[in-house]
């Protein structure tokens, strides 16, 4: 993100393409979280309450303002994953829900919208290829790096990269192997 921390309302209306007048009273109406400047009266917004405003309303959020995510979804009901790839992906500063099963994990995806996506296929088998089939179709999921932990008896792992799969571990408790594959591509996206 940049330097900038708070915004006026002509430089929040310049981003939204509006009148500053539309903005103020997008604040009036408790729309838009904002501060008052004591003295005139001047408003400021926190870039990220415009951020979270954009996005919860639909609006494209200028890159110059867009925070890289760094956000991450195991998508696994390994217990050896679970706990130290989280501890793993936390050491690099990520944020890490976890889903045991296909519906948990498209609610993360929908709330949490995360940045980086691991599959352990042990748990979605087959169906990962059509998982991986329907991010990529989806122009929300444009951004989503996905990484797939493949099972060992997995003799054909390039396949995951030819569907869609951003990075393949090749060792599954090799928890260094997953950090450094993580903080790679959420530096990618950033």
Known sequence: MSELQVLTTGEAARYCGVNFRTVIRWIERGQLKAYKLPGRGDHRICVEDFVGFLRDNSMPVPN??????RKVLLLTTDPELTSGGRQALQQIGCDIEVAGDSFSAGIHMANAKPALLVVDTDLVGEGGFQVLDYLRSRSEYSNLSIL???SDEDAEKARWLDAGADALLTHRSEHGELSAKAKLLLEANA
Do not use: E, F, I
């Open 64 to 69: 110059d303002l867009a925070a890289p995510s």
């Open 148 to 150: 797939v932990v493949p």
